[in-house]
């Protein structure tokens, strides 16, 4: 598929078009000038600095599986590495495929989140069955149809915003529901707070690079190799991905305190990389003996 002329094609002004993976056929070409630093990726800053967001989501998810809780939250971070993983192949080759890889997964990692968080009631069985999966399952079908007919950047991030607003407002309004004073209260506050702050910050500074592209560009020129430090997009990529993972860290511990009890789990909000273990062996064994562990 044809570049689309649309929303971000201003972007491109005069860079290079086509490189070692073919002929660029995404929809967007962002500020970072292509091919500087080697022939064999597009946007070199771009596409590294995909790379924490990938292992912290692998970081995540085995430390859902060394702590022994549900499975079913594993999924939150292998999301966050799968979106890394496809911003990297995007980056790199500036392929309409990879963009796809990029976007897609954003929409479906934010619908599973959404999903998660209507399952509020206590204990960990499916609160509506089989309806609730489906409806998610029904909802991502449509965006990805939809989006590869209209492949508009911005239609996708007005999809992506409305279901992560949306998912973020109804878990603050659960999270202040939680017992007064209680420690984990406190905890899932803080580390929220933290993780929608990096993540707006992030925003910020990704929309500053679209929009004064042309100016950034000539202050890296006049930098030289220190021009690196003010790829905008490339802060994009570090702070959403560091501001999603303490996101869903915090998420996780809040379902737990509705699903299971709000002295069962806890984790350290001082450590940088926050995980949820349970308090003691014994609600472990609790939780797994009575089926609770997927």
Request: charged share 15%.
């Amino acid at each position: 598929m044809g570049a689309f002329e649309g929303a971000f094609d201003t972007l491109r002004g005069d860079q290079i078009s086509s490189g070692f993976w073919g002929e660029h056929t995404s929809t967007i070409d962002w500020c970072e000038n292509n091919y500087v630093h080697t022939p064999y990726i597009a946007e070199t800053i771009n596409t590294l600095t995909n790379l924490p967001s990938i292992l912290l989501g692998f970081y995540g998810f085995f430390s859902i599986l060394k702590n022994n809780l549900p499975i079913r939250f594993s999924f939150c971070y292998l999301g966050l590495s799968l979106i890394g993983i496809g911003s990297f192949g995007f980056h790199m080759s500036l392929k309409w495929e990879w963009q796809l890889m990029d976007e897609l997964p954003m929409i479906y990692v934010v619908s599973y989140a959404a999903f998660l968080i209507l399952e509020t009631s206590p204990g960990l069985k499916f609160r509506y069955g089989i309806l609730g999966p489906l409806i998610m399952i029904i909802w991502d079908i449509f965006v990805t149809i939809s989006y590869i007919y209209l492949p508009n950047p911005v239609y996708h991030q007005i999809a992506f915003a409305l279901i992560l607003i949306t998912t973020t407002t109804k878990t603050a309004y659960l999270a202040f529901k939680l017992p007064k004073n209680h420690p984990s209260k406190f905890k899932i506050g803080k580390t929220m707070s933290k993780g929608i702050i990096t993540f707006a910050i992030g925003f910020g500074i990704w929309n500053i690079d679209n929009i004064f592209c042309k100016q950034l560009r000539i202050i890296r020129e006049y930098l030289g190799p220190l021009g690196v430090f003010i790829e905008g997009h490339a802060y994009w990529h570090l702070m959403t991905g560091y501001g999603s993972f303490l996101i869903f860290t915090a998420s996780i511990l809040l379902h737990l305190c509705i699903k299971v009890s709000p002295d069962a789990y806890t984790f350290n909000e001082k450590a940088f990389f926050p995980i949820v273990y349970p308090v003691n062996p014994i609600e472990r064994k609790k939780v797994k003996s009575n089926g609770h562990s997927k």
